[in-house]
């Protein structure tokens, strides 16, 4: 993941606004975030850029979201980051930049939701809305995602491993329980939906203890809705799961809940062993990562059907 050879600072964002976008130069810029793709700064009030900075592909992911954003927003009930440029490759930066609007919240890995029926509620409205059949030419999941869920026994047993080996979990014996059933269960045999495909705790916000806001579509695609389902698990606090089923429509059957738990689980591990490495080497860590992972991971070793 070689990432930039350019520094992205305040001034060459400055300077890209200048160049491509005039009328939006004269905006205050500060940093809002080093996600795993992008940086984030916020442009004013109501705006933010989006730049590649880790991996080779993320630029492509931004193309993306440019593209297909616009039109979901309006059918989604929550707020989204809603893509109202586009930056060009140029000599000061050579890659793909956006400039969306802005989702005021604070990221579900620095703070939970703790208002178990409002944050229930919120989710499932936002994946009944975005749970739509997805046209035959949608994009196609990176890494498995909203694939066959028994697709990704391998990244399991790897996180698992790394995660037993360092201490970071004790229970590996009911891990592995419940990604068996996970994993046997029926695969999803309906039209493909479209699912957001990365619903972990950094890319959901809170505020007053429920969820406000959904950001980073970059993985955006046509799949098996299980895959957004399993984020119940690492989002919403302990006795809200139920809740959650209950009112999300279409109504999940028993083998597509058995698979949300696989995602979140697999999710899980991801997040747990990333937070407590530092993300394989990126700036910073990330370490609030690991918190929620843990806490989902607990109660699904936790929870029966």
Request: charged share 20%; hydrophobic share 45%; net charge negative.
């Amino acid at each position: 993941m070689p990432g930039n050879k350019v520094e992205i600072t305040a001034d060459l964002i400055a300077a890209l606004l200048r160049e491509q976008h005039p009328d939006l130069a004269g905006l205050p810029l500060s940093l809002g975030a080093l996600g795993w793709d992008n940086q984030l700064w916020r442009l004013g009030n109501d705006l933010a850029v989006r730049l590649p900075w880790a991996t080779d592909d993320a630029d492509e992911l931004l193309l993306k979201e440019h593209r297909l954003l616009p039109g979901l927003a309006s059918r989604l009930p929550l707020p989204i980051p809603v893509p109202k440029r586009l930056g060009l490759p140029s000599e000061r930066f050579p890659r793909n930049w956006i400039v969306t609007t802005w989702v005021p919240g604070e990221p579900a890995d620095r703070t939970f939701a703790t208002y178990g029926v409002a944050a229930a509620d919120a989710l499932a409205a936002f994946l009944s809305a975005l749970h739509d059949v997805a046209p035959p030419n949608a994009p196609v999941g990176r890494h498995g995602r909203g694939g066959s869920l028994s697709a990704s026994g391998g990244g399991v047993t790897h996180f698992l491993k790394l995660a037993t080996d360092r201490g970071l979990i004790t229970t590996a014996d009911q891990v592995l329980e419940v990604w068996e059933e996970a994993a046997a269960a029926a695969d999803w045999a309906a039209s493909a939906r479209w699912i957001h495909a990365d619903l972990h705790p950094a890319n959901v916000l809170i505020k007053d203890g429920s969820i406000c806001g959904i950001i980073d579509f970059g993985d955006l695609c046509a799949g098996d809705p299980a895959c957004d389902l399993g984020a119940a698990w690492l989002l919403l606090p302990d006795g809200a799961i139920d809740r959650f089923y209950a009112r999300y429509v279409p109504h999940a059957d028993e083998a597509t809940m058995k698979r949300a738990r696989g995602w979140a689980l697999l999710k899980a591990l991801v997040c747990l062993v990333i937070g407590d490495d530092g993300a394989h080497g990126r700036p910073g860590g990330k370490a609030t990562w690991a918190p929620p992972a843990l806490a989902a991971i607990h109660r699904l070793t936790a929870a029966t059907f």
